[in-house]
């Protein structure tokens, strides 16, 4: 078997501060391949807002085949803050949900689809407003949820003690162990996508 999975959104899809191994879409290949079981592509771009995903996800659904699975990662760039040193580049919470709908719409129209919610940063340290940010959080499940999409809700799994383990000293991104937090909680779900049982290590 030589499944495609591949990576699709922000800085996290990217990998992003996972200095030990680029990410979880990295970890989940070294499985996929461990197994025998498919390669993965990483096609996430840090800094990318839904508007910029919803744009080019057309693009890269028409190079996806129907066996493919994607695996969305949104990111929280589409709120505000404050200071805001880049307000232009947000995405009201209305225009969010359109956008979460049209990427998703045009990936699941060409591969399976799995998708995992944003985790907490911390909100005070980058001038987030906790509440808002829930908000742009379960705005992206629901829409995932209606399309039929299968969800991994990161951001309820996260209580204070692993908060305190997977963030990056930076507050806004998990680091090392956390995209390893990251790929255990997807390689159930995603063995399940492929009709693999999913107990091997």
């Excluded at 030589?2 to 922000?10: D, E, H, K, L, P």
């Excluded at 969305?72 to 803050?81: E, Q």
């Excluded at 995932?144 to 209580?159: C, E, K, P, T, Y």
């Excluded at 692993?162 to 390893?180: K, T, V």
Aim: contains cysteine; hydrophobic residues 40%.
């Amino acid at each position: 078997m030589n499944q495609r999975v591949f990576s699709f959104g922000a800085s996290t899809a990217q990998g992003y501060r996972d200095d030990e191994k680029g990410g979880f879409i990295v970890r989940l290949g070294e499985k996929l391949a461990e197994h025998s079981l498919g390669h993965i592509e990483n096609l996430g771009v840090g800094g990318h807002t839904s508007d910029q995903m919803a744009a080019r996800a057309a693009e890269v659904a028409s190079d996806a085949d129907p066996s493919d699975i994607a695996i969305v990662s949104l990111g929280i760039n589409d709120v505000a803050r404050s200071p805001d040193r880049s307000p232009d580049k947000r995405v009201p919470l209305n225009r969010h949900r359109e956008n979460v709908e049209r990427l998703l719409d045009a990936l699941r129209a060409r591969c399976c689809v799995l998708y995992f919610t944003q985790y907490p940063v911390d909100y005070a340290k980058h001038g987030l407003d906790p509440t808002v940010v829930t908000q742009y959080v379960e705005a992206g499940h629901a829409v995932a949820r209606a399309l039929g999409i299968r969800v991994v809700d990161i951001h309820n799994m996260i209580n204070e003690v692993l908060y305190q383990r997977y963030i990056h000293e930076d507050g806004m991104h998990f680091n090392a162990a956390g995209h390893d937090f990251i790929a255990e909680q997807l390689w159930p779900p995603l063995t399940e996508m492929m009709g693999i049982n999913s107990t091997s290590g």
